[in-house]
């Protein structure tokens, strides 16, 4: 059975730190690995992505600069590590696998592309 976990979530202050982790298990063939995020009554904003496979990855205008994404293939988990934080920020961060998207395009993933999701892990950035 394919599941993803998050964790890493909680109440941070402006300026400050985070580091969300995403583990996967379960026999799957995707490559992708993402980051959404949703705000309370706001669509599902794509934040970046990886491939597992070549360690490529892409960006949301919105974070480059500030967010990192990375993975440990041989520990299964895709980190997401957010600096300089703002309460803009503040959302349900959510880590999805995809089949088929690729992050070797200029397009941004979008919630379509993914096949598995996590149950969310909520990030409150405070003033």
């Known amino acids: 059975q394919v599941q993803l976990v998050e964790s890493g979530g909680g109440l941070v202050q402006a300026g400050g730190s985070m580091r969300l982790s995403c583990v996967v298990s379960g026999r799957t063939r995707f490559d992708t690995m993402g980051w959404f995020r949703q705000a309370p009554q706001k669509d599902h904003e794509f934040v970046t992505a990886?491939?597992?496979?070549?360690?490529?990855?892409l960006y949301a205008n919105s974070v480059k600069g500030r967010f990192t994404i990375s993975r440990d293939n041989a520990e299964n988990t895709v980190y997401l590590q957010m600096n300089s934080l703002k309460p803009e920020d503040s959302a349900t961060y959510y880590c999805?696998?995809?089949?088929?998207?690729?992050?070797?395009?200029?397009?941004?993933?979008?919630?379509?592309?993914?096949?598995?999701w996590g149950k969310g892990t909520l990030v409150i950035v405070a003033s």
């Open positions: 999805g696998a995809s089949l088929r998207a690729s992050v070797h395009s200029d397009y941004p993933l979008t919630v379509g592309d993914m096949d598995r």
């Open positions: 990886i491939s597992r496979s070549d360690g490529s990855t």
